[in-house]
């Protein structure tokens, strides 16, 4: 055996990470997710040591048999599920996904439009991050705090008014569908781009529920394959129209992507297939159990976003907590009492109040997947109302926490 300190190091960490994480917490985090242990088996490969640059049988080296066939495969498992004719798995995360779109469809100067970060937007689809990066001029898309989605009565007249480029619909806090319909039909005489970032809402859109781009008008979807889809981290890109594929494959490589990751591909095409078979319970239970918890904070007293409208259709909760000491500190006592949470920005906030902003976002997308069920949510609501409300030591707390998270193991809606 060899003994080496900083082996050692490693070696406790990465199995103390596993236990606290997968055995301890409640994790709450809207954007993350588990594999199922099949796909995880299917992660460690040759594949993580390779280059595949360019397209399937089209690639710069030798070696590349087994990679394009599983791409290939990838591929088809992405396009089936999300019935695209065209999908493109090479972008190791979404914020790539999204430059790369920008970069392939639009030049320096176009208008676009997305929502702004208290609303919902993720940054790479605003000034200081991707869309910026691009040098797009970006307008806000007005948004309706009452529907909580975006305000048509105002957005019309600026897209017929502005014609963009490209208008990027999606959010990081997204709690109803966003009326790409209504948008498609604005657009049916302007060379406008109907980009759908579905990156937290995959899972739900793969599982019939939240709504459907594609089918209702999105020129493209795209999104991270790690949140609501619960496979390895990374991004998929889907489209029906050819031209708008090359362009993007021209924005992926060579324009952002050179080695893409390959390990992330054999869990994915997995993953695709478990939702293939399980995707519809999935995702109904995931949306029935936000429903449930966001009730159940309700009742307790806490203000929950969306109260007169029936508070979400995704798996996503936000809570405004600017009564209760604002969003960090709540996070930092949930997190003492292993309740894994996030502040976040919300509508009414100011962008710059982003380090300790009024809100927590919750997504029960992960617990759903280790078997929470919607009465099990009234007990986590218990754990919120004894931290937040009752002020009660986190550690006591925890100490039930980990007593009921021990319960929920084993990973459904899996091959598992
Ligand atoms: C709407 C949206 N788009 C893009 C991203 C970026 O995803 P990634 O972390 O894979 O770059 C996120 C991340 O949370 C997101 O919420």
């Known amino acids: 055996m060899v003994n080496n300190e900083i082996l050692d190091k490693v070696e406790r960490c990465v199995q103390n990470q596993n236990t606290w994480r997968e055995t301890k917490t409640i ?34 080296y ?18 089936n599920l999300f019935r695209s004719k065209y999908a493109d798995v090479r972008c190791p995360t979404a914020t790539i996904a999204n430059i790369s779109i920008y970069y392939g469809l639009c030049k320096s100067g176009n208008i676009m439009f997305s929502l702004s970060v208290p609303n919902g937007a993720h ?16 307008y806000d898309i007005p948004f309706d705090f009452d529907n909580y989605t975006i305000d048509m009565d105002l957005f019309g007249n600026l897209i017929l008014g502005l014609k963009p480029r490209i208008i990027t619909l999606g959010a990081s806090v997204f709690l109803f569908p966003h009326p790409v319909q209504e948008i498609k039909k604005i657009c049916e005489d302007l060379e406008t781009i109907i980009h759908y970032d579905g990156s937290h809402v995959l899972g739900l859109i793969a599982g019939g529920e939240f709504q459907d781009p594609l089918r209702e008008g999105a020129d493209i979807l795209m999104g991270s394959t790690h949140k609501t889809f619960p496979g390895p981290q ?84 936000v809570i405004n907590l600017s009564e209760h000491g604002k969003g960090l500190k709540n996070a930092i006592s949930l997190e003492h009492a292993d309740i894994i949470t996030n502040k976040n920005l919300i509508h009414g906030d100011e962008v710059n109040s982003v380090k300790d902003p009024s809100g927590l976002r919750l997504g029960v997308q992960e617990m759903t997947r280790f078997g929470m069920k919607e009465e099990d949510f009234g007990v986590v609501a218990d754990f919120f109302e004894r931290v937040i409300i009752n002020d009660e030591s986190p550690s006591r707390v925890r100490e039930d926490v980990n007593e009921f998270r021990s319960k929920y193991l084993k990973i459904f809606y899996s091959f598992d």
């Open 123 to 138: 940054i790479s689809m605003r000034k200081f991050g991707g869309a910026g990066l691009r040098g797009l001029k970006i």
């Open 27 to 60: 994790n709450l985090i809207a954007s993350e997710n588990h594999i199922s242990r099949t796909a995880e088996k299917f992660s460690i490969s040759d594949f993580s040591h390779r280059y595949a640059e360019g397209l399937v049988n089209q690639r710069e």
């Open 234 to 317: 990374g991004a998929i890109i889907c489209t029906n129209n050819r031209e708008i594929l090359s362009h993007v494959e021209k924005g992926i490589f060579p324009g952002t992507v050179s080695n893409h990751h390959l390990h992330r591909l054999p869990p994915l095409a997995i993953t695709c297939e478990e939702m293939v078979e399980f995707g519809e319970e999935y995702a109904q239970q995931i949306v029935k159990n936000a429903k449930a918890f966001a009730r159940y904070l309700y009742l307790k007293g806490f203000d929950v976003i969306g109260k007169k409208i029936g508070y979400t259709k995704s798996h996503q909760i």
């Open 62 to 79: 030798q070696g590349q048999k087994y990679q394009d066939e599983i791409e290939e495969i990838a591929i088809t498992s992405v396009k």
